[in-house]
């Protein structure tokens, strides 16, 4: 069975960093990602990456800002976000599956998801 427990959310100031981590057990998954889910709105898509390789996979509007990466050491996924804007604050799912690339954007594809963890970005 596949758990994810996110860690890492919290109140920052636009432009400001944070980092989010995904501690991840189980390996029914080759896709490991994450979403975010404002107030009001949908869950989207943010970021994912495969598990054992290089290959990732950004959102439009975080590329350039957030990246993903795994941390072998630790099992984990990070999500490192920097240049932070208010349309940023959300509860950030961390969410893993087994997917063909082309599903990767497609939050109904997930299998697994953690439990959440809030990000505010105040003006």
């Known amino acids: 069975q596949v758990q994810l427990v996110e860690s890492g959310g919290g109140l920052v100031q636009a432009g400001g960093s944070l980092r989010l981590s995904c501690a991840a057990s189980?390996?029914?998954?080759?896709?490991i990602g994450w979403f975010r889910q404002a107030p009001g709105k949908e869950r989207e898509f943010v970021a994912a990456?495969?598990?054992?390789?290089?290959?990732?996979y950004y959102a439009d509007s975080v590329k350039g800002r957030f990246t993903i990466s795994r941390d072998s050491a630790q099992n984990t996924v990070n999500l490192r976000m920097n240049s932070l804007k208010p349309e940023d604050t959300a509860v950030y799912y961390c969410?893993?599956?087994?997917?063909?690339?082309?599903?990767?954007?497609?939050?109904?594809?997930?299998?697994?998801w953690g439990q959440g963890t809030q990000v505010t970005v105040s003006s």
């Open positions: 969410a893993a599956a087994r997917l063909l690339p082309d599903r990767v954007g497609v939050k109904d594809s997930y299998d697994y």
């Open positions: 990456k495969n598990w054992s390789g290089g290959v990732t």
């Open positions: 189980g390996r029914t998954f080759n896709i």
